[in-house]
């Protein structure tokens, strides 16, 4: 049996250099069958237990398709329940991101607003954040969608 490696799953020269220094060779199960479909740009649910990679297999998509502009306008929207997990998740997104330049920023209740919109206003390619706080910045005309390709449910 051959074993499968991040190298086969058609990321990104940047995010798998990223994977590499995060000390990850051997993709996870979930990785290994939520990859090559989400490559594809097809509507995709993945169910895993936690600590399974679960944000890398989405991540590493998102990065590798997403190329940064500078814009304050999102490509793509990661929406969380707590503000543990979007933090989580915005920690997970950088490591993954760290060679591509990719803006994300994260969004969430109980911090300062202020900051947040000063953060999307410098320019964003993701957003990571509760539900909220997103709809927060929408009604604030902050936060547009016009240019979200990709949406993920966490």
Known sequence: MIENKFEQLGLSEEVLKA?????FSK????????I???????????????GTG?????????????????????????????RELAMQIHEEMNRIGKYNGSKIVCVFGGSDIEKQIRSIKKGVDIIVG?????????RRKVLKFDNVKYVVLD
């Open 27 to 34: 993709p996870s199960q979930i990785q290994e069958k939520a």
């Open 54 to 82: 679960k944000t890398l297999a989405f991540g590493s998509v998102l990065l590798s398709k997403i190329k940064p502009i500078d814009d304050r306008f999102p490509q793509a929207i990661i929406l969380s329940p707590t």
């Open 130 to 138: 509760t539900p909220g706080r997103v709809m927060d910045l929408m």
């Open 36 to 50: 090559p479909v989400l490559l594809t740009g097809v509507d995709a649910i993945g169910q895993a237990q936690t």
């Open 19 to 23: 994977i590499k220094d995060m000390g």
